[in-house]
């Protein structure tokens, strides 16, 4: 992966571009139906608000405070009552439950928002009594093997739409009935999952942190000590320490697709210090696996699951602006500040070069693939790339 060169006339391009791109996220944001502030959609066609998309409002936060916290409102608000969020929300619709499709857990993303908002004890409150209730549900529904570790139902559970991990034996869309307590009667079921793991890890420590802050010891230590079990298990049963990589597991053993899935570990700090520098090591500087001249590809390049072709809303095989956004919080946290400003850069060349802010680019050219343009996560990375490159 090889930091971009900008001239002098580029970089002035950029930075003129700034406030359009600022005005375009403020386009994007839309009232909902009895919500008096307006929220961030995931634009680019997607005419809705997704759980998956919780940590855009992180960023958003800088430009639109209010909205950004609106958005955890409403989540909140629509917490089912035996704790399961809603996944989505579409205009002109109420929530949906079908499946997960969560990354970087509710508590953990609505606590660095509050922090950034400087918001009070009752909010902090409101997000520890959501986040609880929501593991509860993971523990009841999402736990049928006792493992502690999170079961992956149906293919939307990760965001990895059109990905062969989460697609082959057969995974339908959606959780039966449209339920995300319902798993399919299928031979490969139900299977561990290493990002929806990591997830309900990052999720134990942030509500350790919330208790601490809402003075509460005994919870602190027990969420600790819950995050800690759920690594455990996942060492246990999702690492291989030939590949020093973690899968899913099904019934017959571990399912080995290396995909970005491993990068949602990162994010939610599951791997220590000297594991990641493993992992990073082995597989995000070799051109053969993570490190494309635009990366990071959804799937490894040298993977036989890799999809061909770059084909629309593929988590097979493109580059994503959602994992390049997300790659922000964890980047710096591992020590791969140097890298972000490659990664951010590579992204800031192909918003250059097409002019267009799209889901995802071909991890080999970073042509846009699709015709899905003004994509939330796309506008808000060029935001931090001009930031993070150009000063």
């Keep these: 992966m090889q930091r971009e060169t900008f001239t002098a006339k580029e970089k002035e391009t950029i930075r003129k571009n700034v406030p359009a791109i600022v005005a375009q996220v403020k386009n994007n944001l839309c009232r909902f139906k009895g919500n008096p502030v307006p929220v961030l959609l995931a634009g680019g066609g997607y005419d809705g608000i997704w759980l998956e998309h919780n940590q855009d409002n992180l960023f958003l936060a800088d ?14 608000d629509h917490q089912r009552s035996d704790g399961l969020l809603p996944f989505m929300f579409r205009r002109g619709e109420g929530p949906s439950y079908w499946h997960l499709q969560t990354v970087w857990p509710f508590a953990a993303c609505a606590y660095a928002i509050a922090r950034k908002l400087d918001k009070g004890i009752s909010e902090l409150r409101r997000i520890y009594d959501c986040g609880s209730r929501y593991d ?40 039966p009935g449209d339920d995300a307590a319902n798993m399919p009667d299928l031979p490969v079921m139900p299977i561990l999952s290493a990002d929806l793991s990591a997830m309900r890890y990052g999720g134990c420590i942030a509500l350790a942190e919330l208790a601490a802050r809402l003075n509460m010891p005994e919870k602190e230590r027990s969420w600790r000590n819950k995050a800690a079990e759920i690594r455990t298990a996942m060492r246990q049963l999702l690492y291989d320490a030939d590949d020093e990589f973690y899968y899913d597991r099904d019934p017959t053993g571990l399912r080995k697709y290396r995909s970005e899935h491993i990068t949602r570990l990162f994010l939610n700090r599951v791997t220590d210090q000297q594991e990641f520098d493993r992992i990073y090591q082995r597989y995000f500087t070799s051109d053969q696996e993570f490190a494309t001249p635009f990366p990071f590809p959804s799937m490894s390049v040298s993977d036989p699951h890799f999809v061909p072709g770059a084909p629309a809303n ?11 956004l997300r790659a922000i919080l964890w980047m710096e946290h591992y020590g791969k500040r140097e890298e972000l400003a490659a990664l951010l850069s590579c992204w800031l060349r192909a918003f250059l070069d097409s002019g267009v ?7 080999f050219t970073g042509a846009p693939v699709g015709t899905k343009d003004d994509y939330s996560p796309a506008l808000l990375l060029y935001l931090a790339a001009a930031r993070f490159c150009l000063t």
């Design 136 to 175: 509860a549900w993971l523990e009841r529904n999402r736990n049928r093997l006792q493992t502690g570790l999170v079961e992956l139902y149906c293919e939307w559970d990760t965001g990895h739409d059109n990905d062969p991990r989460v697609t082959d034996g057969g995974i339908p869309h959606t959780c």
């Design 63 to 76: 430009l639109a405070p209010e909205s950004a916290w609106a958005s955890q409102e409403l989540f909140m």
């Design 314 to 324: 593929c988590w097979g095989c493109n580059s994503q602006a959602l994992t390049a």
């Design 357 to 363: 802010f799209p889901q995802e680019l071909d991890p």
